[in-house]
């Protein structure tokens, strides 16, 4: 039998209950009731039965890009009012990637500079 992806695991040096509650306010899922601040490890539980998000308090910092990241696609907003969201959360963009046709995407990082990036939303391809 095959494995089952459980979490898909963040490090983090600061307080995982805080990296933890910008992905919960972005992503509107809660955090486990079980976690608390000060905790060092803290879920952020996703439904359906996907993997949670885990965000584990480490010592090292990050020292390269990520090697894997998130691609969000919003939903009821445009790419640009999900970048001004996320920046209002407390993320920041790393480099603007949207091409003249509206393709493309924000390389943004959270509050730790774990990298994700925001494609177009719906509402950036209704037709007039």
């Known amino acids: 039998m095959n494995p089952t992806i459980r979490h898909i695991t963040f490090d983090c040096t600061g307080e995982p209950y805080e990296l933890a509650r ?3 306010e972005f992503l509107g899922h809660p955090i486990s009731d079980i976690d608390k601040p000060g905790d060092d490890e803290v879920l952020l539980e996703l439904p359906d039965g996907s993997p949670g998000l885990l965000f584990v308090r480490v ?3 990050k020292t390269a890009k990520n090697r894997i990241h998130f691609d969000l ?3 009821g907003r445009t790419r640009a009012e999900e970048v001004e969201r996320a920046v209002s959360l407390g993320a920041r963009i790393l480099t ?10 924000v390389v943004m990082a959270d509050p ?14 209704v037709e007039p």
């Open 22 to 24: 910008f992905w919960s």
């Open 59 to 61: 010592e090292e910092a």
């Open 73 to 75: 696609g919003p939903t």
């Open 96 to 105: 603007d990637r949207t091409l003249p046709n509206g393709r493309g995407w």
């Open 112 to 125: 730790e500079g774990n990298e994700f990036c925001v494609e177009r939303g719906e509402r950036d391809r």
